[in-house]
């Protein structure tokens, strides 16, 4: 069982909609991370939260945008996305993003379609 | 910038035997983390093994062992006693110790694991 849940596991949407993607840990955890990863490629970060407070923009267009409402949770808006992007989209956590000899945990990922 | 190369696109091996994942690295840095992660179909990323730069033991997890050259600059996986489960994506993760939160991805090495 993965300690990062995410939900939903499988997303369709028109590039008209708006919909949000979550992501939660209970490790106390107070870094938390979203990568893209398209098809037989690694990952590729996106946005990292420290504290809750956004410390990393990978230059990502505004049609996505982050949210941590509180350490424990992560959220990702989606609106006019573009068929480019459909990927699975991972989230992940770590103790801090001091601590870099902990690792970073990530949950299942949500696979996104755009339509 | 700091690179992470793995040269074998897909690897394959027999139940029970073992088989090495290769993967060199780039930097100028003294103090960093490697990683190696997992990510089979069920597309969750798993930790399988990390090494601290500064430590000149290889790092071992029950079947899964690092070969850390720290001059050569290379961070290989070797996997014992394969079994069916270890059939995955296995990405090498390198981790500035500089208070940056990027892990830098290789490519990923595809293993299969053959009865």
């Known amino acids: 069982d993965t300690e990062v849940t995410q939900t939903p596991k499988h997303l369709v949407m028109g590039m008209t909609n708006k919909k949000s993607l979550k992501c939660e840990q209970h490790?106390?955890?107070?870094?938390m991370y979203w990568y893209k990863q398209k098809a037989k490629k690694p990952p590729e970060l996106m946005f990292v939260?420290?504290?809750?407070?956004?410390?990393i923009n990978e230059s990502v267009p505004s049609r996505f945008s982050p949210e941590c409402p509180n350490s424990s949770l992560l959220n990702l808006h989606l609106h006019a996305l573009q068929p480019e992007d459909s990927a699975l989209y991972l989230c992940?956590?770590?103790?801090?993003?001091?601590?870099?000899?902990?690792?970073?945990?990530f949950g299942d990922g949500t696979r996104l379609s755009i339509l | 910038a700091q690179t992470v190369t793995q040269s074998q696109p897909e690897m394959s091996v027999q139940e029970a035997e073992t088989v090495t994942l290769s993967c060199t690295y780039d930097?100028?840095?003294?103090?960093?983390?490697l990683f190696w992660y997992k990510q089979p179909p069920s597309r969750q990323m798993i930790l399988v093994i990390r090494?601290?730069?500064?430590?000149?033991q290889n790092a071992t997890e029950n079947r899964f062992s690092v070969n850390f050259q720290k001059a050569a600059k290379s961070f290989s996986l070797k996997i014992s006693d394969s079994q069916l489960g270890d059939a995955a994506m296995y990405f090498c993760?390198?981790?500035?110790?500089?208070?940056?939160?990027?892990?830098?991805f290789g490519t990923g090495t595809r293993l299969q694991v053959f009865p």
């Open positions: 090494q601290e730069a500064y430590k000149q």
């Open positions: 993760a390198y981790r500035s110790g500089f208070n940056t939160d990027k892990l830098i």
């Open positions: 939260y420290s504290y809750e407070k956004l410390s």
């Open positions: 490790m106390g955890h107070r870094a």
């Open positions: 992940a956590s770590s103790q801090s993003d001091r601590a870099t000899n902990q690792p970073q945990h």
């Open positions: 930097t100028s840095e003294s103090d960093y983390y």
